[in-house]
């Protein structure tokens, strides 16, 4: 059934196409090219489209619109702005446009040009859900909680018109803005956003639900805010992390816990004086407690001081000697020297402690394949560990398909990054090995399929700029043939 209805919506387009001029058929046939890509989260392509339907037609709004919205997902804010000021230039901005303008505003850090179109917007389209959500998560971000619950709960009343997506999201954020001071219907708004259409979403309220539900069967009340304050932090909430463990010290002011917890919290929202107070005071009220050790080795390393960051993971390690995951930590400290020989010991020391643990076996062999030390004695060997203990982890695969690349086995190499890809299709650094397989094969088209992609999806990262650059080598070498 539903297959055929996408034939007969396919049919009816078909007919409107040739209905129209041919002027007008080819622009909308780069507009729908442009929207099938942009849905395909295939980027440069529906750029590529929409900048086709810009030339047929120079003074419709429609595929400025659809740049703006394009760039939005490629976090280029500044030629998202600039495409919906475009499209406001050409007959003035729809709905979607203005949206699409205030997101772009807040990508730029123009947080009260944001909100004040969120807000214009809200008043000329109260049934909108998706714009109470940002003005709910904007009002979050800044700490203002009962501003937030009223845009929350007034998508919940528009519900005829609200997207099952869009309640999804505001059930979400309702179940934690309420888990502290209700926890009952905090955990029923929860349950709701569990049984919603976006994965991601289920999956992280499901995270805060088991925290939620622990809550009421501790007698301390300290504790009990300091783990919903964990909660928050595992799903990224940091504001409402930070409320939770500033509530257990005003409960308990001698809690080690919650000041090592709050400290990492203010570190990240860049408060660093007040954060090493509290991280170092969580070890000073408990000289054994590790998290408060290797909070303060994050604090270090995050702002590059790699010695100093090493001496608390070590001390960590003293006081956890079983943690394998620590002596990855010390070892990325000693590749900022770089040194490649500690490096490798404390990499190979972490799979000693987790020898059936697939990631440390994984984490071994990018190091040997990405800094091209010992691929065929020791990379191969670690790659090939990591797949057979960890067969549906992606990375595993990508890790293995470099490896056999490197040490001159394209063909297994092809199979094993596209295994990589088949677990998960949007993983960057395994479109850009397949790639370099496909260039090396002077199979120039699919190469550069694999290296648009990590533009699509890696856009401003590592392997975006490398894909760049192999893309204007591949230019260069395809042009000579």
Do not use: M
């Given at each position: 059934m539903k297959q055929d209805r996408w034939r007969l919506i396919a049919g009816f387009g078909i007919l409107l196409l040739?209905?129209?001029?041919p002027e007008r058929a080819s622009f909308w046939a780069a507009m729908q090219s442009g929207d099938m890509h942009r849905a395909r989260t295939e980027y440069h392509a529906a750029l590529e489209s929409y900048q086709q339907a810009v030339e047929v037609w120079p003074s419709n709004a429609l595929p400025f619109v659809g740049q703006g919205q394009t760039y939005l997902a490629l976090r280029d804010y500044t030629r998202a702005q600039d495409a919906f000021l475009a499209a406001m230039r050409h007959g003035g901005l729809t709905f979607e446009g203005r949206?699409?303008?205030?997101?772009?505003?807040a990508g730029l850090g123009e947080e009260t040009l944001a909100v004040k179109e969120w807000r214009g917007l809200a008043a000329k389209y109260p049934e909108m859900g998706e714009v109470h959500c940002r003005l709910g998560r904007a009002y979050m971000n800044q700490g203002h909680w009962t501003a937030a619950k009223r845009e929350f709960v007034s998508v919940l009343d528009a519900q005829p018109t609200a997207t099952e997506w869009v309640k999804q999201l505001a059930h979400y954020?309702?179940?934690?803005?309420?888990s502290a001071e209700d926890p009952e219907i905090a955990i029923a708004h929860l349950e709701s956003a569990t049984d919603g259409p976006d994965g991601e979403v289920s999956t992280i309220a499901?995270?805060?639900?088991?925290?939620?539900?622990?809550?009421?069967?501790?007698?301390?009340q300290a504790y009990a805010a300091a783990l919903l304050g964990q909660a928050f932090l595992e799903v990224d909430e940091s504001g409402l992390a930070r409320r939770q463990f500033e509530t257990a010290l005003a409960l308990n002011p001698n809690y080690p816990a919650a000041h090592a917890y709050l400290g990492y919290v203010l570190a990240r929202q860049g408060k660093n004086?007040?954060?090493?107070?509290?991280?170092v005071t969580a070890i000073s009220l408990d000289p054994s407690y590790v998290m408060g050790y290797y909070f303060l080795g994050i604090y270090f390393r995050d702002r590059g001081e790699p010695a100093r960051a090493r001496a608390f993971f070590v001390r960590a390690l003293t006081l956890d000697p079983d943690n394998a995951a620590l002596c990855v930590d010390i070892a990325q400290t000693y590749l900022t020297g770089p040194d490649y020989v500690s490096a490798e010991f404390w990499l190979r020391r972490a799979v000693e402690l987790a020898p059936e643990d697939g990631q440390f076996h994984r984490i071994l062999a990018q190091f040997y394949t990405d800094y091209l030390i010992q691929v065929r004695e020791q990379g191969l060997f670690a790659a090939q560990r990591a797949v057979d203990l960890s067969p549906d982890d992606p990375l595993a695969h990508d890790a293995l398909g470099w490896a056999l690349y490197l040490t001159g086995n394209p063909r297994a190499a092809q199979v094993a990054l596209q295994r990589a890809l088949e677990l998960d299709p949007y993983l960057p650094r395994a479109h850009y090995h397949l790639g370099v397989v496909y260039a090396a094969q002077r199979r120039w088209a699919e190469a550069q399929w694999e290296y648009t992609r990590v533009l699509d999806l890696d856009p401003g990262g590592p392997f975006a700029m490398r894909a760049t650059g192999a893309l204007a080598e591949m230019a260069r070498l395809s042009g000579q043939n």
């Open positions: 040739l209905s129209l001029s949206l699409g303008l205030a997101d772009a505003h954020n309702l179940g934690l803005l309420l499901r995270r805060v639900l088991d925290a939620l539900r622990v809550v009421p069967t501790t007698e301390d004086t007040l954060a090493s107070y509290h991280l």
